[in-house]
């Protein structure tokens, strides 16, 4: 079932927790944006940063365009932390660290990376055992490029379950979601602190009682980078 939740307003701005599978833009269906207006029945929304269709959780929209325009320089200056979770069924080749490189267009609409670094996607992540073959990440990304977190687990060898583009086609197709989910944000903005986090709601493998106690213990994941 595809849905936003609201979990936080002012006058400056909403927090939603967008569904797996919900398209950012609007093409077939209604976006996130046309339906956040509709949820709160306001004339106007600001996108200011976006998640990829398969990846569920936390989204920013500003209601004014002076908050837009605010967001817009803290994302470029890289002063809004983010932080997502994601699972694997594949053993990365090192446990934690950083993953740093270019990123250049592949074949359909793909990334990869080049040997080069001249602009390099940066990467940072943390990982733990869930059960046999599943592998928990939870990921700071230092930049904000397109498909960076999906290219950067597939290249230590654990693409993320049930990614159709990046990992076995197969294999994704039996998932019943994309297992990466945007779990956390923390923004200074107008003076103000700001910090949310919030759980998947859908995914059996986000939903088993490991992964959850795994959860449990980075609810606070600005403490461990």
């Known amino acids: 079932m595809k849905y936003i939740d609201l979990l936080f307003q002012n006058s400056d701005f909403i927090i939603i927790n967008k569904s797996a599978d919900l398209n950012f ?35 920013i929209l500003a209601k004014t365009k002076e908050a837009a325009q605010i967001f817009t320089k803290l994302f470029e200056t890289r002063e809004i932390q983010k932080y997502y979770i994601a699972i694997s069924t594949r053993k990365p080749k090192k446990k934690q660290g950083w993953i740093k490189g270019d990123m250049v267009s592949a074949r359909r609409g793909n990334y990869k990376f080049s040997k080069t670094s001249k602009n390099p996607a940066i990467t940072q992540f943390i990982s733990k055992s869930i059960r046999p073959n599943e592998r928990f990440f939870l990921i700071k990304p230092h930049t904000g490029k397109t498909h960076q977190i999906r290219v950067a687990l597939k290249s230590i060898g654990s693409p993320i379950a049930g990614d159709i583009r990046y990992a076995n086609t ?17 923004f200074i903005f107008k003076d103000e602190s700001y910090s949310f ?29």
Not at 170 to 177: C, G, L, S, Y
Request: aromatic share 8%.
């Open 170 to 186: 197969d294999e994704a197709k039996k998932e019943t979601r994309g297992y990466l989910h945007a779990f956390a944000l923390k």
């Open 25 to 59: 833009h609007s093409e077939d269906e209604a976006g996130v944006v046309v339906l956040a207006k509709k949820l709160l029945s306001l004339e106007r929304l600001y996108s200011v940063h976006r998640l990829d269709k398969m990846t569920s959780g936390l989204l």
């Open 197 to 225: 986090t919030c759980k998947p709601k859908e995914g059996e493998r986000f939903l088993s009682l490991t992964c959850k106690d795994i959860l449990q213990e980075y609810i606070e994941p600005w403490k461990h980078f």
